[in-house]
């Protein structure tokens, strides 16, 4: 039993529509679910991704309007870092960053940057054999679009507290110092902890990650409860999230980690050709179907190039 790395990774935005436009208009993400918070549903979930759906791509928000910007600290992920195939990708994407605007550090094998919000990004080159995941743009070439999460970093103030529950309970390989892999059968991801700067205002809030999440096979998801409950994790209950299902604890670090199910998938309730370009509603919550689309702001999404148009 094995986790299949990274499954997604849920951040907070304070404006929905800037952020649309940055993650599809700026990266060329694929809006794969235009959806609500389940537990507050007065707000919107938007999910990126590549053209299927697919887990190990996924980048979620929540929106809370106006949202102040939070400050990484201890038991937050302070970075997401993604794969890209060849040093010549990060030139592309280093001059496609600048000509948005946005500043960009290109060292070695990887390409640093923070969307308008903060939430800081790392590009690197990488050989890995999982297969790509890409979502088509007309303006980013298909070998330089992004391939998926190559994993996060987060920030600790006593990583060793971890070490039980990553390496034993949930199967991580070490691979230098405080350096972990999740490797399954098919993909793989890192979870990384750096020592934690000093604190003044850590503060969750736009441009901060609220949790990541590790894919698992369907049937193995209660026993991942069960192994992670016996390493001194408090797990919730089994949560239906209509997409997948989920059970959420903390790592010692303070982390929010999530197990997330492989499947159902986005397609469930959209024809794959056509995700995101609607607002999608678990059954429980399509009574709320009119009041929400009355409320929630329009989104400049789907681009004219792609309405109508059959993914790949």
């Keep these: 039993m094995k986790l299949e790395g990274v499954h997604h990774i849920s951040a907070i935005t304070g404006d929905a529509r800037a952020n649309v436009d940055f993650y599809t208009g ?14 507050e549903p007065n707000m919107y979930h938007l999910f990126y991704g590549d053209e299927h759906g697919s887990p190990g791509m996924d980048l979620t928000f929540f929106e809370y309007p106006g949202a102040a910007r939070g400050v990484d600290g201890a038991g937050m992920v302070h970075r997401i870092v993604w794969r890209v195939g060849s040093p010549e990708a990060l030139e592309f994407w280093e001059e496609r960053l600048a000509g948005r605007g946005v500043r960009a550090e290109l060292s070695g094998g990887s390409l640093l940057f923070a969307d308008p919000e903060g939430l800081e990004h790392e590009f ?27 994993g996060v970093r987060a920030y600790s103030s006593a990583p060793v507290r971890s070490e039980r529950l990553l390496g034993e309970a949930m199967g991580f390989t070490r691979e230098e110092g405080e350096h972990w892999e ?16 000093p604190e003044i205002h850590r503060a969750q809030g736009a441009g901060t990650v609220h949790h990541v999440a590790f894919a698992a096979v369907m049937g193995d998801l209660e026993a991942w409860r069960e192994r992670v409950t016996e390493a001194g994790a408090r797990p919730t209950p089994t949560i239906d999230r209509f997409y997948f299902k989920s059970v959420y604890f903390r790592e010692p670090s303070g982390v929010l980690f999530e197990i997330a199910t492989i499947g159902p998938g986005f397609a469930v309730d959209e024809d794959e050709s056509h995700l995101g370009e609607g607002l999608s509603l678990p059954p429980p919550l399509e009574h709320m179907r009119a009041k929400l689309e009355g409320t929630l702001t329009p989104l400049p999404y789907p681009p004219a190039w792609r309405t109508g148009a059959a993914a790949e």
């Design 182 to 197: 999740a490797r399954g059968e098919h993909r793989s991801g890192f979870y990384a902890l750096d020592l934690a700067p």
């Design 124 to 150: 690197v080159a990488t050989t890995v054999e999982d297969e790509p995941l890409r979502a088509h743009s007309p303006e980013i070439p298909d070998e330089h679009a992004l391939q998926g999460f190559d």
């Design 26 to 39: 700026v990266l060329g993400l694929r809006m794969v679910k235009r959806t609500v918070n389940q537990d």
